[in-house]
C-alpha cells in the first residue's frame, strides 16, 4: 500500500550566515514514512531544526537534498499550491489576512471557488472556545491567542490530510489550549488527518500523540510509538530535557 507521506534523506545546511559549529548541516538524512492518521509529537531541543523540517514539509523552505512523495507522488512533481493544502503548516505566531474574521475565515473557499460552509466554521469556532467573537471584527484586532486559534480554523477548513503544527498552543491560556488540544486529537480521529506537532510541553505530547520523532544532533534519533518513549524517557539523550 502507498504510504500517506514519505521523507527521505532530507537535509539542510547551515545557512551562510549561521556560526559555524563542528558539522555542515543542520539536519542530515531525515527519513521516516507516515502511513495513516497518525499522531505525532515532534520534540528536541531549541535549535535543532524542527521548525525548519515543518516548513520544509510544507514547501516553505528548499531542502538542500533528499526527496517527499504525498500518496506516491513526489513534492517536484505536485503544483505547490496544491501541496499546501494536503499538507498544511500552522505558524507559531499566527498571520492574519487585513479584513474581518469573517473574511479571513472564507479565504480557503474563496481560493477554491467553493461555497463557504458557514455552519462548519462556526463549529469549529465553537470547538476552539470562539462561538462568541463577533466575526465583523477586525481580524488584526484580535489578541495572539484569538489569532492563534482562527488561523487553526482557518487552516482545518482546508481538510488538509497533514496538519504541521508549529507550538500552536504557547501563546494560549490554559483553557484554550486544552480546548485546541482535544479539538486536534478529535478531528485527526473523526477526519482521518495526520498531525506532526512541535511542543517543547511533554505533557502536551504524552496527551496528544501516538508516535514520538525526536531529533538530536542533526538526526531523527527517535521515532517511536510514543508509550514506548514516556517508558524509556530516561535513556533517550540526557533525560530528554526540552
Ligand atoms: N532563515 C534562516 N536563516 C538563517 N538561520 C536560520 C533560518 N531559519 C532558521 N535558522 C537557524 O536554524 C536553526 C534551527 O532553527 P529552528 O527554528 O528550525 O529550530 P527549532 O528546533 O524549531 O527551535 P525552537 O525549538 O527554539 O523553536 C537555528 O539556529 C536558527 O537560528
Known sequence: MTALFEMKGLTKNYWQTEKQTERAYLFSDLTATIESSERIALLGKSGQGKSTLLRMLALLDNADSGGMRFNGVEAKEMDTRVWRTKITYVAQQAVMLPGTIE????????????????????????????????????????????????????????????????????????????????????????????????????????????????????????????????????????????
Open 103 to 242: 473574511e479571513n475565515l472564507k479565504t480557503v473557499s474563496n481560493l477554491h471557488n467553493e461555497t463557504f460552509n458557514e455552519k462548519h466554521a462556526r463549529k469549529l469556532m465553537k470547538d476552539v472556545g470562539l462561538e462568541s467573537i463577533d466575526w465583523a471584527k477586525k481580524a488584526t484586532d484580535l489578541s495572539g491567542g484569538e489569532k492563534q486559534r482562527v488561523a487553526l480554523v482557518r487552516s482545518l477548513l482546508l481538510a488538509p490530510s497533514i496538519l504541521l503544527l508549529d507550538e500552536v498552543t504557547a501563546s494560549l491560556d490554559l483553557q484554550s489550549k486544552a480546548y485546541v488540544e482535544n479539538l486536534l486529537i478529535k478531528w485527526s480521529e473523526v477526519e482521518k488527518t495526520a498531525f506532526i506537532w512541535v511542543t517543547h510541553d511533554l505533557e502536551q505530547a504524552k496527551k496528544v500523540s501516538e508516535r514520538i520523532w525526536f531529533m538530536e544532533n542533526g538526526t531523527l534519533a527517535v521515532d517511536c510509538k510514543a508509550e514506548s518513549f514516556f517508558e524509556h524517557q530516561h535513556s533517550f539523550s540526557d533525560s530528554v530535557t526540552l
